[in-house]
């Protein structure tokens, strides 16, 4: 039987089912308040029985920055990182959004070649950052 994935905007209710994906994909879980900021741009990867991937974007008035891609690992090679960054794309350029950018960790060679596969170039800068609460 073929399943229709919908990419869908992510809806308080998907938390558990988000975080679980995250945790199965080894990545870390986003606090509920992070992902109902600026909900249109959180998606998730929706088969109608369970999430298969979800993905965050931010936008700050001059670019995007998409963060905390996964999917699933029994759900990986089938288009669904795609489908999700595409219908993210769509909605960054809908709210004017002309540049994106993400960071992807210097061992993820994985993460790496899907991200160039979709056109994200590596770029020089080099990012600075400074934590501003001791928890961060
Ligand atoms: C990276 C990740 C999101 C890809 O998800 P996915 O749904 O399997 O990706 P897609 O099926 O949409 O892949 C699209 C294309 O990207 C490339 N690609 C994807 N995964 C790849 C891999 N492991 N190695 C090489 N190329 C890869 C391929 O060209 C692929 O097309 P193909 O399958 O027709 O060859 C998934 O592996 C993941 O969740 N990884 C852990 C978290 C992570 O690394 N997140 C992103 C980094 S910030």
Known sequence: MTTMMSYREFTVKDYDAACAVWTAAGR????????????????????????????????DGRRGMILRLA????RRRQGIARGLVGELETRFRAIGCPR???????DNDAGL?????????????VLCTKPLSPSQ
């Open 113 to 125: 070649r899907f991200w160039q596969e979709l056109g994200y170039l590596p770029a020089p800068d």
């Open 71 to 74: 999917v699933h690992p029994a």
């Open 28 to 59: 870390e879980i986003v606090p509920l308040a992070e992902l109902t900021y600026r909900p249109s741009l959180v998606l998730v990867a929706d088969d109608g029985d369970s999430l298969a991937g979800v993905v965050m974007g931010t936008f």
């Open 100 to 106: 994106v950018n993400l960071l992807v960790m210097p």
